[in-house]
């Protein structure tokens, strides 16, 4: 386990001029009107669309470990796999999101910062933009905790302690968990388990 505090700070997303922004309604209108289909690889990110990265195999190996063993340890969370979420000016589709309740608590709706206890992403082709704008994102929503689960380096790095007002906004601290570590679940600010490093890993 390697601990360390706050993170170089991320750069924007997008600052060139010449991109145009679109709100959360106008995203929407683009997904009902058809003009983007739904399920294409696009997010909504600091009012950008974005397209996601490819999941090649050692992504997608990882994430079936994350979906069959996480829930395990954690009983009164439900497990959103690749779903959206709305943070404000985003709506991107974590690989994975504890939320609390159930399947039904966020039926109408999507889950906002409220709702969340965790947000997990598995890097493997994407890992410095999940560091940086996943980062900066899920920080200024003021999410509590952040995993990545870095298969290239075969670690899970853990971001805690959001710094919403810093400018932009990071996660103060990060800690590694590496093969023959367990990661602990912190929910709520409580820690309610923990899973092997390894059993996330393919």
């Known amino acids: 386990m390697n601990t360390t505090t706050r993170p170089a700070s991320p750069s924007p997303l997008l600052s060139a001029s010449g991109f145009k922004r679109f709100t959360p309604a106008q995203y929407h209108t683009l997904i009902d009107s058809g003009i983007i289909m739904e399920g294409e690889p696009i997010e909504l990110l600091e009012g950008y669309l974005v397209e996601k990265g490819m999941r090649n195999p050692p992504h997608e190996m990882s994430l079936r470990r994350l979906t069959a063993r996480l829930p395990r340890h954690v009983p009164g969370w439900f497990l959103q796999v690749q779903g959206a979420i709305s943070l404000g000016a985003s709506e ?88 023959g570590d367990a990661v602990p679940i912190v929910l709520d600010g409580a820690t309610v388990g923990a899973v092997p490093v390894s059993d996330l890993l393919p």
Do not use: H, M
């Open 92 to 179: 991107p589709e974590p690989d994975g999101v504890l939320l609390r309740g159930d399947e039904t608590t966020c039926d109408g709706r999507l889950p906002t910062a409220a709702d969340l206890g965790l947000i997990v992403e598995v890097s493997d082709s994407t890992l410095s933009f999940d560091r940086r704008d996943k980062g900066r994102i899920y920080a200024r929503a003021g999410v509590p905790v952040y995993w990545i689960v870095n298969v290239a380096d075969r670690q899970i790095e853990v971001y805690t302690d959001p710094d919403t007002t810093a400018d932009p906004p990071a996660y103060r601290a990060r800690t590694d968990y590496r093969p």
